[in-house]
């Protein structure tokens, strides 16, 4: 049985970060969830804040510095994608957005994205469905219909006691665990050294096109 | 294997003094750096071509016209042509003519261009880059080869019996090296005509342009003009030399902190772990650079970029002076283990060698004006009227290619 692989993106800032924490919870259910439907899964957890220098660089100079490039790569080859950033100033934060733009434009079609976010308040958990839902379908990846925001307040007393954190934690992995198992990622995305249209087809459409 | 230097002719303040060169400073400066280039050893001058400031080099046919006035043995060449937004006629005769009065020292690098408005400046969607970059040299490479040409593409007027003049030296057309950073279908297109390709290298992680020239070197192999190894390849690489390590490193920084390309981004050292830049003493320089072949392969040209960031035209020629003196170690040492059949850079004696062996080149003469502007049949007096059969289209000088008769193209 193949292993699924998921690669988990924090933007947190901070050290400890609530935005880790949650992406933790996120992927600790999607791992009981995968375990409970059969499913092998490894997950590789990724800090922005460590590659933050890179980010900058890349941004500037067109390539990536070895560490980020690597993270890059394995998105490319990643059967899930559990992204979580900070809402800052009514949306995502810049470094995760920054992120973002780094990435192949093909590397994330049709790949299942769990959608996380933290914030100081309930009243930012609409960024998740207006902000960072039209990145990912932008990217025709397919962000899960639950995105689980975390307040403040989520950590402690002050959260839903209705439906809590861990319920929409839940819930959001059960989503996310079984779009996973079901897809199947045949190709690898985000080759820069593929030869899509060679000499002899791009020469053709002169005469056929 | 020819080394030189490559300039993309920026005119940029000098971060330690605050000075910037006028234009005309810059200009007279390029071609005093063209002329070291020669006295110092190099062989290879090559010219960027852009369009807006704070650039200086949007004609560089006329810039290196003059430098081959003032030189006598340098190459003459483009880093890059910019072969998606010029007319492809006006390329063929610009070329041909700095082919005419350089005595055959020229050679023309090819690239798409990265500046965004250029393209709509001139016309063109630069989403359109890559098509425009196939036809247009399509073209190009047919107003070399053919004396008459009819011609209809999806962007450029159409041509009815036209003739590019003058016709290539001793009708043979100038070697044309493909440029990419990034696009691997650029390596497949020089390979697909067996032209050269220059990797630029200075601005991406050896790990990529290893990948990059592998796949121009089989795709060379696969269209039939020889072995992978005897592949064209020319690198670009950057360097700043000094009396020890130490000294180049401090001279050099400040010059790099604020670069127009990379500046305020990675550390020196970074960018020096991470790309081909090599700042320090003339070990170092040597040793990272025959470094080079370890991944590409034996090749063909070594360009270095030393004229940029604003460096002061008097540290450029102290820098040409550092390369001179390295010269010969480069040369011994990209020598050493050299297969036998790795062919040189083509030039215009070795092109003339391999179309006419010792017969004489043709020397077109045209025929008398018939008064209609249009050349209809054969414009010139060594050939019939009738329209001529393109010939010699493989464009390669060496290998299996250039003694075949029937065009792989």
Same mark, same amino acid.
């Given at each position: 049985m193949t292993t699924k692989r998921i690669v988990v993106v924090s933007s947190g800032l901070s050290t400890p970060s609530s935005t880790r924490q949650l992406a933790d919870r996120l992927a600790d259910d999607t791992a009981t969830e995968l375990r409970e439907r059969g499913v092998e899964a490894e997950f590789q957890f990724v800090e922005l804040r460590d590659l933050a220098h890179d980010i900058a660089n890349h941004l500037l100079l067109g390539f990536a510095p070895p560490k980020l490039e690597a993270v890059l790569e394995s998105l490319g080859r990643a059967d899930g994608l559990i992204a979580v950033t900070p809402i800052f100033t009514t949306s995502y934060a810049g470094l995760f957005k920054s992120f973002v733009d780094l990435i192949d434009p093909d590397a994330l079609t049709d790949l299942p994205v769990l959608l996380g976010a933290t914030g100081g308040t309930p009243r930012h958990s609409l960024a998740i469905d207006y902000a960072m839902r039209p990145l990912f379908t932008y990217l025709h990846a397919v962000p899960m219909t639950t995105g689980v925001f975390a307040a403040t307040g989520d950590w402690g007393t002050g959260g839903d006691g209705v439906r809590s954190l861990p319920d929409r934690i839940r819930r959001g992995a059960s989503e996310f665990a079984e779009a996973v198992d079901r897809f199947d990622r045949t190709a690898v995305h985000g $080759?820069?050294?593929?030869? $899509?249209?060679p000499m002899g087809h791009l020469l053709g459409g002169l005469a056929g096109e | 294997m020819q080394f030189g230097i490559f300039s993309v002719s920026d005119i940029t303040e000098?971060?330690?003094?605050g000075v910037t060169p006028s234009e005309a400073e810059r200009i007279r400066a390029i071609t005093t750096i063209a002329k070291h280039a020669e006295e110092v050893g190099l062989d290879v001058f090559a010219l960027g071509e852009h369009h807006n400031p704070p650039f200086f080099s949007s004609s560089p046919t006329t810039t290196l016209a003059y430098i081959a006035g003032q030189t006598e043995r340098l190459q003459l060449t483009t880093a890059t042509t910019l072969i998606t937004t010029n007319d492809p006629v006006k390329i063929a005769e610009d070329f041909a003519m700095l082919q005419h009065v350089s005595g055959g020292r020229t050679d023309l690098m090819l690239g798409r261009g990265n500046t965004g408005p250029v393209y709509p400046w001139f016309g063109k969607d630069i989403r359109q880059g890559l098509p425009l970059a196939v036809e247009n040299y399509e073209l190009l490479h047919r107003l070399w080869r053919e004396d008459v040409v009819d011609w209809e593409g999806r962007f450029r007027t159409p041509l009815q019996g036209f003739t590019s003049t003058p016709r290539p030296l001793d009708d043979v057309p100038p070697f044309v090296w493909h440029g990419s950073i990034r696009t691997p279908e650029v390596a497949d297109q020089a390979a697909y005509y067996g032209d050269g390709f220059f990797a630029n290298h200075i601005f991406w992680p050896a790990s990529h342009t290893q990948r990059m020239i592998a796949l121009y070197r089989q795709r060379f192999e696969h269209y039939g003009h020889g072995t992978a190894a005897q592949a064209i390849v020319g690198l670009g690489g950057q360097v700043f030399m000094g009396k020890t390590s130490q000294a180049a490193k401090d001279a050099f920084r400040p010059y790099f902190d604020n670069a127009p390309v990379y500046g305020h981004g990675p550390t020196m050292e970074e960018f020096t772990e991470q790309t081909p830049l090599t700042v320090g003493s003339h070990q170092e320089v040597i040793d990272k650079t025959l470094g080079f072949r370890e991944y590409v392969g034996d090749y063909q040209r070594q360009l270095f970029l030393v004229d940029h960031a604003g460096l002061p035209l008097k540290t450029v020629l102290e820098q040409l002076d550092h390369l001179g003196e390295i010269l010969p170690a480069l040369r011994a040492g990209f020598a050493e283990g050299r297969p036998a059949d790795v062919p040189d850079a083509p030039t215009h004696a070795s092109l003339v060698a391999a179309k006419y062996g010792d017969a004489e080149p043709r020397q077109p003469r045209p025929r008398a004006n018939r008064g209609d502007n249009v050349t209809g049949g054969s414009p010139y007096q060594d050939t019939s009227a009738k329209p001529a059969e393109p010939v010699g289209?493989?464009?390669?000088?060496?290998?299996p290619a250039a003694t075949r008769t029937e065009a792989v193209r």
């Open positions: $080759d820069p050294f593929a030869l $899509d249209r | 000098d971060p330690t003094t289209r493989s464009g390669s000088a060496f290998g």
